[in-house]
């Protein structure tokens, strides 16, 4: 089976967790269903999946927290399913790295439309030019290193030397910024970059990562802050 294919959904309902296979069935997609948590998280170890539909209220814990079990280990996508529909429970899921966010009651459509967007931004992104590559791997123009670096082969930011542990969200809103360091981006640019669909994200959705991406620098090197808030603009990356 093509692991680009299936999709694991952790729901305890059966009702829902039917109609959730039989969506994604049609679509061409191989879902598998586990009714815990903990079953989702051995599924996950035992084989890979494209992406996991994963409910926040399940009878042996808080999807949160198996979110943050998942993150520790893989950077599966997490689409969450909820009957909450506050904006404190959206950010949160978006905080510990879920890549979307669905309340009950939804459409089969819908969810089929978000898990394909969810799958298309995780899979590729833009040809860059030669420049931009440069600088985006964290190497001036004139072939001088940086402080942080972007290893876009592997996925992965380097500040000071250390590899940071980071979600897929702050690792594209970092690869951003650090394309055009000085340049001040809106909230709504690094959302087109960083979100296929930047019009279905959260307004706070940028904020919350851009904290928590600040949170991981912090932890390096606690003597300056390389991103910087223009109020009312955005968000720059420090040039020098």
Known sequence: MDERLRILIVEDEPAIADTLVYALRTEGFAPEWC?????????????????????????????????????????????????????????????????????????????????KAI?????????????????????????????????????????????????????????????KPGRVFSREQLMSAAWEDPGASLDRTVDAHIKTLRAKLHAVASDRDPIQTHRGLGYSLCSA
Request: proline share 5%; with cysteine; charged share 30%.
């Open 119 to 179: 799958l298309r931004r995780t899979n590729g992104g833009p040809l860059r030019t030669h420049a931009e590559t440069a600088e985006a791997r964290g190497v001036s123009p004139t072939g001088q290193a940086r402080e942080i670096e972007i290893d876009e082969e592997r996925c992965l930011v380097r500040y000071r030397g250390q590899e940071l542990q980071l979600t897929r969200y702050e690792y594209r809103l970092m690869k951003a910024l650090a394309a």
């Open 35 to 115: 009714a815990t948590g903990r079953a989702g998280l051995a599924a996950l170890r035992a084989k890979p999946f494209a992406l996991v539909v994963l409910d926040v209220g399940l009878p042996d814990g808080s999807g949160f927290d198996f979110c943050k079990e998942i993150r520790a280990g893989s950077a599966v996508p997490v689409l969450f399913l909820t009957a909450r529909n506050t904006e404190l429970d959206r950010v949160l899921g978006l905080e510990l790295g879920g890549d979307d966010y669905l309340t009950k009651p939804f459409s089969p459509r819908e969810l089929t439309a978000r898990v």
